[in-house]
């Protein structure tokens, strides 16, 4: 196993945590942090494919993932102001509790 | 790969699965500011010294401690009494189980990944920066309109919507 394959494996089970992590817990916050680790995920995966892939003085994946940090920041901010005005609303951050637009 | 790079990952992933099953948020929020840590010390030995650091600034110092505001303000410290997993947690599992398996057989058995370590890149700061300043200058501005757009949308979300209620009675 080369050492590509090792930190892809590490980011695939990182993936498969945060996923398990947002479809399963009932508390909005957690699906959040479901979110930003699948988010890591990801960026790990392009770090290690700028590290080890053939042109990295091109500097492209690293550049992604500088700006999908900033995404992340920008996406956190939202979906925690998104959570707190939930909460005001109807006085309960539990996903199950918020389905008027449940079909 | 080094006995510390494998010690580092153990460490971050441990961390995300707690962070993700324990039952009290606030530990929650502590386990997933030690997996970001560990995430930016695996980018360090990845030789992405940059990126590990902004990890570091913008993961543990900013997100997680929103996210511990977050809960406080929402009042979601205490552990619930009932269960914290939703209905269908079984077929979530299930999915998320599915998806490992299926990516890491396709990591495992990729033909498109090289077989050999190319020699350490060099990401100084110095080059990062003409970087952004030539090549990647269209992507920083528009990431900065996207900053700015989201906070002021942050804030519009998460303001007291009290105004419409206190001019009616202004008005009565």
Redesign the interface.
């Known amino acids: 196993?080369?050492?590509?394959?090792?930190?892809?494996?590490?980011s695939?089970?990182?993936?498969?945590?945060?996923?398990?992590?947002a479809?399963?817990?009932?508390?909005a916050?957690?699906v959040?942090?479901?979110i930003?680790?699948m988010l890591?995920a990801a960026?790990?995966n392009f770090?290690?494919f700028?590290?080890?892939?053939?042109h990295?003085?091109a500097?492209t994946g690293?550049?992604f993932?500088?700006?999908s940090?900033?995404?992340?920041?920008?996406?956190?901010?939202?979906g925690?102001?998104?959570?707190?005005?939930i909460?005001?609303h109807k006085k309960t951050?539990n996903?199950?509790e918020v389905k008027e637009l449940k079909g | 790969m080094s006995i510390f790079f494998i010690l580092t990952a153990i460490v971050t992933l441990f961390a995300a699965a707690s962070a993700m099953s324990l039952r009290n948020l606030v530990h929650c929020a502590l386990a997933l500011a030690v997996s970001f840590t560990g995430i930016a010390a695996l980018y360090l030995q990845l030789d992405a010294q940059f990126v590990g650091f902004a990890e570091i600034l913008v993961y543990v110092g900013a997100i997680a401690i929103l996210i511990v505001f977050a809960i406080l303000l929402t009042r979601s410290g205490e552990a619930p009494e009932n269960s914290v997993l939703t209905s269908g947690w079984m077929a979530g599992i299930a999915i998320s189980a599915m998806v490992f398996t299926l990516l890491g057989w396709a990591v495992l058995n990729s033909s498109a990944i090289p077989k050999e370590n190319p020699p350490a890149p060099v990401a100084t700061v110095k080059n990062v920066g003409d970087a952004l300043m030539t090549k990647f200058v269209l992507p920083l501005e528009i990431i900065g309109l996207v900053l700015t757009a989201a906070m002021i949308g942050a804030v519009i979300i998460a303001l007291k919507e009290s105004s419409k209620s206190e001019t009616a009675g202004r008005e009565s």
């Open positions: 196993m080369t050492a590509l394959q090792g930190c892809l494996l590490i695939a089970l990182l993936f498969a945590i945060g996923f398990a992590g479809v399963t817990r009932r508390h916050i957690l959040l942090i479901g930003e680790l890591n960026n790990l770090i290690a700028w590290r080890f892939g053939p990295p003085e500097l690293f550049m993932v500088l700006f940090m900033a995404l992340a920041g920008a996406e956190a901010a939202v925690l102001a998104l959570v707190i005005a909460y005001r951050s996903l199950d």
